[in-house]
Each structure stands twice: as C-alpha cells, then as structure tokens.
C-alpha cells in the first residue's frame, strides 16, 4: 500500500470516497451500461479564454489541440460557453438587448456570422460532427427559461411531437403566454427570463429546446442562472426528465454556485452530473481561498460522486483560470497571463483534485505553456482526481510560523453578520417574527438581537400597474414588498444584480422597489420569510473575517490501491511548519491502516526522497506562503499504522510503509 501527501499555501488534508475497485480500468468504468459521470468529468471551456467571443474557427483549432494534448488525460469534453447565439457587432456586450439569433420558435441559434456552418438551419450539427470525429464529446452553455428577446417577438411555440405549433384549449400558445419577466435572470436582467413550467406550453417550449440539442449532437449542456442564488427548482426537474428520455445522453451541469450549501444540492443532485458550489472563479488567490470552506462541508456530507442524473454528480468548483486568458465581461479574447502565481496555481489543482471536482481547464489552449500543461496533466493528480476515495479535510494538524508558537488546526477570526439566503430546509430560517406597530404598519424581525437590538423590515403591498396588478393577484397574492422604513422606496431584494465571483459573499440588499419577484416575499407560518425568485428563505448569516486566508488545512484521501493522499495548504502570507503524525492519520482512515510501523517518503513535485522514518519519530517541513506540497506513501504489507509527525515543502512525497499485522 501507498501514502500520498499534497500540501500547498492552503493547508489542507482532504478525504473523499468514490469506491473504485483496484481492479477497474478506466476504460471499463466510462463505458460501464453507458452511465454518466462515473468519475468526475474533465474537459475545456471558452469562458475564460473567450468570454462569449469565440468562433467556429477558434473552437474548432482549440478542439484539434485537445485531442491531440488532453484526451489521453481524459479531458474529453469541448464546451461552447455562453452567447454563441450573440452577434459581435457594435453595441453588442454580456448584457445587451436585440442582438442574439432567434429561430421562428423563439429558440436560440448560432450567430451565422462568428459559425459559418450553422447557417440554413444547421445549427451546431456541422461542429458537433467534427468534435466527435476527433474522439471528443462537445457541450454548449444556455440560461435559464426564454429569452426577453424571443419574448418581445412574441413567436410561436413548437410542439415536437406533432412538428406543429403547440395548441391548448383551442388556441395556438406563444412565448408572451410563458414567460415569466417578473422572474428575468438577476444578473442578466436584459437576457433571460423564468417560463412557466405549469403550463403546457411552457413545457412544450422547453422540451423543444433540448430536442433540438440532441438533434444536434449535443453531448453536455451547462445550464446557467438556475442554481444557487437563481434557484429554479421547476426548470431543473423538468430538463432533467427530458433529458432522460432523449436518444442520446447529455451530461447536465448546472450553474451558478452562489450560496449553495449541501442541503441546497441534496434536491437538485439526483437530477445532474455535476452542479456548480461556488461562483465564478477567477484567477485571484481570495478566489482559490474561498473554495475550501464549501468544499470541506461537501466533502463530509458525502455529497462527491452522489447518485445523479442516469449516473453520478459531482460538486463543481468551476473552472480552472490557469495559462492564457480574458477577463470577466470582456469583448476580447485571451490578452493576458493568469495572475495566479506556481504556488498558487498548484494549490489551487491539488484543491480541485483532493475534492474530486469536475476538472474544466479555462485557458487558451493554442497557447498552452509548459508549466501548465505539466500541472493540468500531472499523473498523481489526475489519479487522485479520478480514483481516490475517503476524500475529507483532515483537521489533526499543527502549523508553526518561523519563530513563532505552535497552533493546532483552528481559525480565530472575528465574526460579523450578514443578512442572507439558505435553503429552506434549513431548520435555523425559521426565525422571523411578524409584529403589528398600529393598524398600518407591520414589522418582520428577526429573532435574534445583534447588540444593538433586533433587525426588523416594514411590510408593503406592492405599489404596481393595472396590467402587474392582474398578474400579482393570479400568480403572487399575499407576497410583499420588504421596505427599511415604513415611508421607503427601497424594497429587500434577494439576488445579486451582478454575477459574482466566488470570493463574493451574497449580501441581500436595498434596491428600488419594482416589480420583480426578487423583492416578492413570504413570512409562512413556520416562521421562515421565504423569496419568490429563488423559493429561498432568508437568514442572518455569521462569517468570519479573513478566517481561511490566515489559516492552513489539510485534506486526505486513499487510492484505489491502498495507497493515501495527503495535501497540506499554508494559506498564510509568512512560511510555516506543518506537521502531523501517523498515528493521527488512522482517525480519518479505514481500521485496516492502524499498524504502520515506518514509511519511506518521497516527494512527488521535487522529487526528494525523505528517506525512512519510523513510528516513533517525528517529520517536519517548511511550507512556504500559499504553497502547496504533496506527498505519496507506499507500504510493503498490508495494514497501516501512523506514528511520524508528517509536514512538507511545496511537493508531494511517496512514501514505501512497512507494516505489521
């Protein structure tokens, strides 16, 4: 059997669980009754490179790169990020309106001009033909629901299973009937919008969408604005059993991650392969940072590699922002470098491997250096990526500043309050209070008081149009306004107006009242004071200030043949000591590694070999600022025993481990 230990910046000890028989191949397990997902997906994605810019021609030259460099690492997938239905003329940006190229049903189509070979109703199919000629699979990226711009034109809708337009109650049905504006895309309020999913035609529309995907050769499809903050349940439910029933399996991601906790993923997991946990990741080290807190708590609630959709699913810390790349917005392509340093880049793989999270490189890779490409194809990773199990953090570490005294595994920020969503299921949202000032005015307030006193909003019918008026009554009687004062404007709005990174927290602000089902809100009889938007309730949030960015972790996993993964992370500014001892690793590990009498180390970046070191003695390392280090441990016989303090420098370490029974 075998030890691997990683540590980085950020010191990490991470255990997670597959159970991939030793006697699998790879091969075996892609192929096993055509399931999806059976291990983490892993391809390339034009966001980050292209933003929503790219062209048939820089597509295709990226996919020709691909197959020939990544698909023996099992980067497999090919994924048009968002707007390739855009045109890139003037005026055009992420969130422009009346520039994208609808079909007579209201369905979004490929710029003709950026995809030559779509034109005369081809669609993706031309594309889709030459990616899987090079042995690859190929994903496109849609938002949530129907486009205001289709919505505006007001088209019909198509009934795929008589090739007709959908009719009801003796009438033909457009997008006008569907769409719900009141439930536009909070980031992208000018692009897309909620459809009703209670209807038939709502319905209709929707499956007409992921028919013409699959008509296409659609393998993966990153469905956006739909998860985390944007919740949207019904959509979700509804794409996922369409997608069921199709010919052909698409894999189904779900985007974005903004405010996900497990209980959140616990409705949506079984109906996806992979769903994003964070918001987007850019190449800041506070982006990298903020990932460790979310993976640890996915990773205990035995969330990676769940059941999902006709396979797996897998929590998806977003894309990795390595090699040459664009920035958030832009109208350019790649222009510049990542800002993330070696360390920090190492770090941030060795995170994305121990969690077993879906591996989506971001870069340009016609301009792929060999740094990155080292890292992003670095066998013990990958393995671990693929293969590990018993994934978790691993807390029974110490970390010692130089000249500075020793501390266990702990975080003493400050903490400060935020006012936020959660899942509903949440037991704690269920903490608001409705109290009568006089016969007009009422207040909500939270249970809780903060020092100052309790946080309280003012209900408020909403102040709407005739036309809103009928709609409210039909679809929102009894939601309310949320107002700071009883003679405000300004109404409690839920979600971001902003795409957010995943450094962002998502505070629930004051904006102009209006009517948008953001700011629609229900105090039920539980007690929890539930959203329209997202069906999310709100909650008074603790965090902590600068908690991970000062502090170090540690994560552990075990191989497929016996061997354990290690990873420490010095998240800190200053180099430490990073130790831990054998015997503290078989708290975290299966009772068949108990008896581990020594190990013979090396460690894998560096390659220097560590040498011996028995049960009794202890081994320390520096780890420089937001380094990371892993390191491999083997051993002879069958059982494990750890008694060495174990830390390391910026590499990984195997290690050969005799044992006694």
Same mark, same amino acid.
């Given at each position: 059997?075998?030890?691997?230990?990683?540590?980085?910046?950020?010191?990490?000890?991470?255990?997670?669980?597959?159970?991939?028989?030793?006697?699998?191949?790879?091969?075996?397990?892609?192929?096993?009754?055509?399931?999806?997902?059976?291990?983490?997906?892993?391809?390339?994605?034009?966001?980050?490179?292209?933003?929503?810019?790219?062209?048939?021609?820089?597509?295709?030259?990226?996919?020709?790169?691909?197959?020939?460099?990544?698909?023996?690492?099992?980067?497999?997938?090919?994924?048009?990020?968002?707007?390739?239905?855009?045109?890139?003329? $003037?005026?055009?940006?992420?969130?422009?309106?009346?520039?994208?190229?609808?079909?007579?049903?209201?369905?979004?189509?490929?710029?003709?001009?950026?995809?030559?070979?779509?034109?005369?109703?081809?669609?993706?199919?031309?594309?889709?033909?030459?990616?899987?000629?090079?042995?690859?699979?190929?994903?496109?990226?849609?938002?949530?629901?129907?486009?205001?711009?289709?919505?505006?034109?007001?088209?019909?809708?198509?009934?795929?299973?008589?090739?007709? $337009?959908?009719?009801?109650?003796?009438?033909?049905?457009?997008?006008?009937?569907?769409?719900?504006?009141?439930?536009?895309?909070?980031?992208?309020?000018?692009?897309?919008?909620?459809?009703?999913?209670?209807?038939?035609?709502?319905?209709?529309?929707?499956?007409?969408?992921?028919?013409?995907?699959?008509?296409?050769?659609?393998?993966?499809?990153?469905?956006?604005?739909?998860?985390?903050?944007?919740?949207?349940?019904?959509?979700?439910?509804?794409?996922?059993?369409?997608?069921?029933?199709?010919?052909?399996?698409?894999?189904?991601?779900?985007? $974005?991650?903004?405010?996900?906790?497990?209980?959140?993923?616990?409705?949506?997991?079984?109906?996806?392969?992979?769903?994003?946990?964070?918001?987007?990741?850019?190449?800041?080290?506070?982006?990298?940072?903020?990932?460790?807190?979310?993976?640890?708590?996915?990773?205990?609630?035995?969330?990676?590699?769940?059941?999902?959709?006709?396979?797996?699913?897998?929590?998806?810390?977003?894309?990795? $922002?390595?090699?040459?790349?664009?920035?958030?917005?832009?109208?350019?392509?790649?222009?510049?470098?990542?800002?993330?340093?070696?360390?920090?880049?190492?770090?941030?793989?060795?995170?994305?491997?121990?969690?077993?999270?879906?591996?989506?490189?971001?870069?340009?890779?016609?301009?792929?250096?060999?740094?990155?490409?080292?890292?992003?194809?670095?066998?013990?990773?990958?393995?671990?990526?693929?293969?590990?199990?018993?994934?978790?953090?691993?807390?029974?570490?110490?970390?010692?500043?130089?000249?500075?005294?020793?501390?266990?595994?702990?975080?003493?920020?400050?903490?400060?309050?935020?006012?936020?969503?959660?899942?509903?299921?949440?037991?704690?949202?269920?903490?608001?209070?409705?109290?009568?000032?006089?016969?007009?005015?009422?207040?909500?307030?939270?249970?809780?008081?903060?020092?100052?006193?309790?946080?309280?909003?003012?209900?408020?019918?909403?102040?709407?149009?005739?036309?809103?008026?009928?709609?409210?009554?039909?679809?929102?009687?009894?939601?309310?306004?949320?107002?700071?004062?009883?003679?405000?404007?300004?109404?409690?709005?839920?979600?971001?107006?902003?795409?957010?990174?995943?450094?962002?927290?998502?505070?629930?602000?004051?904006?102009?009242?209006?009517?948008?089902?953001?700011?629609?809100?229900?105090?039920?009889?539980?007690?929890?004071?539930?959203?329209?938007?997202?069906?999310?309730?709100?909650?008074?949030?603790?965090?902590?200030?600068?908690?991970?960015?000062?502090?170090?972790?540690?994560?552990?996993?075990?191989?497929?043949?016996?061997?354990?993964?290690?990873?420490?992370?010095?998240?800190?500014?200053?180099?430490?000591?990073?130790?831990?001892?054998?015997?503290?690793?078989?708290?975290?590990?299966?009772?068949?590694?108990?008896?581990?009498?020594?190990?013979?180390?090396?460690?894998?970046?560096?390659?220097?070999?560590?040498?011996?070191?028995?049960?009794?003695?202890?081994?320390?390392?520096?780890?420089?600022?937001?380094?990371?280090?892993?390191?491999?441990?083997?051993?002879?016989?069958?059982?494990?025993?750890?008694?060495?303090?174990?830390?390391?420098?910026?590499?990984?370490?195997?290690?050969?481990?005799?044992?006694?029974?």
């Amino acid at each position: 059997m075998k030890i691997v230990v990683l540590l980085s910046f950020l010191l990490v000890f991470s255990l997670y669980s597959v159970c991939v028989s030793s006697s699998e191949s790879e091969d075996g397990l892609l192929n096993h009754g055509r399931r999806h997902a059976v291990l983490p997906p892993r391809g390339w994605n034009s966001y980050d490179s292209f933003c929503w810019t790219i062209s048939e021609q820089d597509f295709l030259d990226s996919a020709t790169i691909i197959s020939k460099r990544l698909l023996s690492h099992r980067y497999e997938f090919a994924v048009v990020d968002y707007l390739w239905y855009r045109r890139k003329v $003037p005026g055009a940006y992420v969130d422009s309106l009346g520039f994208d190229v609808i079909d007579y049903w209201g369905r979004m189509v490929p710029d003709p001009d950026r995809w030559p070979s779509s034109k005369d109703g081809k669609g993706f199919t031309l594309v889709a033909d030459k990616v899987h000629a090079m042995g690859l699979k190929f994903g496109i990226h849609v938002m949530r629901g129907l486009s205001t711009q289709a919505y505006d034109a007001n088209t019909l809708i198509l009934d795929v299973d008589t090739g007709r $337009p959908y009719e009801e109650n003796g009438r033909q049905w457009r997008t006008q009937d569907i769409g719900l504006k009141e439930k536009a895309c909070a980031w992208m309020k000018n692009g897309f919008m909620s459809v009703n999913t209670k209807l038939g035609a709502g319905r209709a529309f929707l499956k007409s969408l992921y028919k013409q995907y699959a008509e296409w050769g659609v393998d993966l499809v990153k469905h956006d604005c739909v998860f985390g903050d944007d919740l949207d349940i019904d959509e979700i439910s509804f794409v996922s059993e369409v997608l069921k029933k199709l010919d052909r399996p698409i894999w189904y991601s779900l985007s $974005p991650g903004t405010s996900v906790t497990p209980a959140m993923a616990k409705d949506v997991s079984g109906l996806a392969n992979m769903y994003r946990i964070t918001g987007d990741d850019w190449d800041t080290w506070a982006d990298v940072v903020s990932h460790f807190d979310v993976s640890r708590d996915f990773a205990t609630a035995n969330m990676i590699g769940s059941r999902g959709l006709q396979g797996n699913s897998w929590p998806d810390l977003d894309m990795l $922002p390595l090699g040459w790349l664009t920035d958030p917005g832009s109208n350019d392509g790649p222009h510049r470098a990542s800002n993330l340093n070696q360390d920090e880049q190492r770090t941030q793989m060795t995170l994305w491997a121990m969690a077993k999270s879906p591996l989506m490189f971001g870069g340009d890779v016609r301009n792929l250096d060999d740094n990155t490409y080292n890292l992003i194809t670095n066998p013990t990773l990958l393995e671990i990526n693929s293969f590990s199990y018993n994934n978790v953090e691993f807390s029974y570490v110490t970390s010692t500043e130089v000249s500075a005294r020793n501390e266990r595994f702990s975080s003493s920020a400050s903490e400060r309050h935020i006012f936020g969503l959660t899942s509903c299921n949440n037991e704690k949202v269920t903490g608001w209070s409705a109290k009568a000032l006089d016969q007009d005015v009422e207040q909500i307030c939270w249970k809780d008081s903060l020092g100052s006193g309790p946080l309280c909003v003012y209900k408020q019918k909403p102040r709407l149009s005739s036309d809103e008026e009928a709609l409210y009554n039909r679809h929102y009687p009894g939601k309310l306004h949320l107002v700071s004062n009883d003679e405000s404007n300004f109404c409690l709005d839920a979600s971001p107006q902003k795409k957010l990174t995943s450094k962002d927290v998502n505070r629930i602000s004051f904006t102009p009242c209006r009517w948008d089902t953001n700011q629609f809100w229900d105090l039920n009889a539980t007690g929890a004071l539930v959203n329209s938007y997202s069906g999310q309730c709100a909650i008074l949030k603790a965090i902590k200030a600068n908690d991970v960015s000062n502090g170090f972790r540690s994560w552990i996993a075990t191989g497929r043949k016996g061997e354990i993964y290690m990873a420490f992370f010095n998240l800190n500014q200053v180099q430490r000591v990073i130790s831990t001892t054998i015997a503290d690793l078989a708290k975290a590990l299966p009772r068949k590694y108990l008896n581990i009498t020594s190990c013979k180390a090396r460690e894998i970046w560096s390659g220097k070999d560590y040498g011996v070191t028995k049960q009794s003695e202890t081994h320390s390392s520096v780890i420089p600022q937001r380094a990371s280090l892993r390191v491999y441990w083997g051993h002879a016989t069958s059982l494990f025993d750890d008694g060495d303090s174990y830390s390391t420098n910026r590499s990984v370490n195997k290690t050969e481990c005799s044992a006694y029974a």
